[in-house]
């Protein structure tokens, strides 16, 4: 869930265009989305900032309402938002939190590599030559924290295995044959998307002169 999300509800839209139409359905919405948001005690301190980053914007709002002159049901709404927001926050902050494990964290990813292990391993020693995490990690390490996130099962013998194997590969030709299918694959689906944008604006003018 992005951090700005309560801010971007329909709730807070209607709220900041100054709609209350249907400020009594959308309210509810907030509601439910400030409880799924709460309900998962393993990320308090998210739910905690989300929480802040809306009550900041509904204290702007109100302000704003304070100084213009609005219908009573906007500013109703208003105060009871900020009231159900700062209540929460008070509420939330007492429940006991419990740490996100790491390996918890990685099975969120929910990612799980398809391609063969020695792609992997040319993708880690890509990254160490080309210093992508720093000069401090080797691409051992790399590539076991990389196969640990796929879930993929990479013992420390075979990553040297099939890096010397790739050495052996045509002295003559690229020996990085992952890497290069991945760049000629998205330069050909970029192209195929510029001949369609390009095909799209030729059609336009012709469909809008029927």
């Not at 980053?53 to 219908?71: C, F, G, Y």
């Amino acid at each position: 869930m992005d951090l700005f999300a309560l801010t971007e509800t329909q709730f807070i839209r209607e709220l900041i265009a100054r709609q209350n139409e249907n400020l009594h359905i959308s309210y509810k919405d907030f509601v439910m989305q400030v409880y799924d948001l709460c309900r998962n005690k393993q990320e308090k301190g998210f739910a905690v900032s989300a929480l802040l980053v809306v009550e900041v914007e509904i204290s702007a709002l109100q302000t704003a309402t304070q100084r213009e002159d609005v219908n009573n049901a906007l500013v109703s709404f208003i105060d009871k938002a900020l009231h159900f927001v700062r209540n929460t926050i008070s509420h939330y902050k007492e429940v006991d939190f419990i740490p996100t494990g790491a390996d918890e964290l990685i099975d969120r990813v929910g990612l799980n590599w398809t391609a063969n292990k020695t792609a992997l391993i040319e993708i880690g020693y890509a990254f160490k030559v080309a210093k992508c995490f720093g000069n401090n990690i080797s691409a051992k390490e790399i590539i076991q924290k990389l196969a640990k996130v796929f879930g993929v099962d990479m013992p420390d013998g075979y990553i040297y295995k099939k890096y010397a194997e790739m050495r052996t590969r045509g002295k003559s030709d690229s020996r990085t044959y992952f890497i290069d299918t991945l760049g000629a694959q998205l330069n050909d689906h970029m192209f195929k998307e510029d001949t369609k944008d390009e095909k799209n604006k030729v059609e336009e003018p012709s469909m809008s002169s029927h």
